[in-house]
C-alpha cells in the first residue's frame, strides 16, 4: 500500500500546477503585455484605457523619439504635414475629445 501512494504522490508532484496567480496590475504591465506577444503601441493603449477608466495619468513612456514641438517652425510645417495628409499620425489617438460638429480638422 505504501508503494502505491509513494507512486501516486510522486505522479501527483510531477504533475502539479505552479499555482502561479497573476494580479491586475501585472496583467496589464508593459512587461507583462509584451512577453505575450503584444506590440507596444498594444501596450500604449491598454495603459492609456486604464488611466482614462481609473481617472490617472497614464504611466506609460514610449521609446519612439519625440517631435521638437518648442521649436515654432518644426512645429507648424508637422502639423501642415498632418492637416495635408490625414494618414500621418498626430498621436493622440483616444485622447480627442468627442465634437458633435464638423470642423476644419475632423475627417
Known amino acids: ?17 505552479a499555482f502561479s496567480v497573476v494580479n491586475t496590475d501585472e496583467a496589464i504591465s508593459d512587461t507583462y ?3 505575450h506577444g503584444y506590440s ?3 501596450s500604449r493603449l491598454i495603459d ?6 481609473n481617472g490617472i495619468s497614464p504611466k506609460f513612456k514610449g521609446t519612439d523619439p519625440t517631435w521638437d514641438t518648442s521649436n515654432k517652425y518644426v512645429n ?9 495628409d490625414p494618414g500621418l499620425d498626430d498621436e493622440k489617438f483616444m485622447q480627442h475629445d468627442i465634437k458633435y460638429t464638423t470642423r476644419y480638422d475632423s475627417l
Not at 505504501?2 to 508532484?13: G, R
Not at 492609456?48 to 477608466?53: C, D, E, G, K, R
Not at 507648424?76 to 495635408?84: G, L, S
Request: aromatic share 16%.
Open 40 to 42: 507596444g503601441e498594444m
Open 33 to 35: 503585455i509584451r512577453n
Open 76 to 84: 507648424f510645417i508637422r502639423k501642415t504635414f498632418i492637416y495635408m
Open 48 to 53: 492609456l484605457q486604464n488611466s482614462q477608466i
Open 1 to 17: 500500500m505504501k508503494k502505491y501512494l509513494f507512486i501516486l504522490f510522486a505522479i501527483a508532484m510531477v504533475n502539479l500546477p
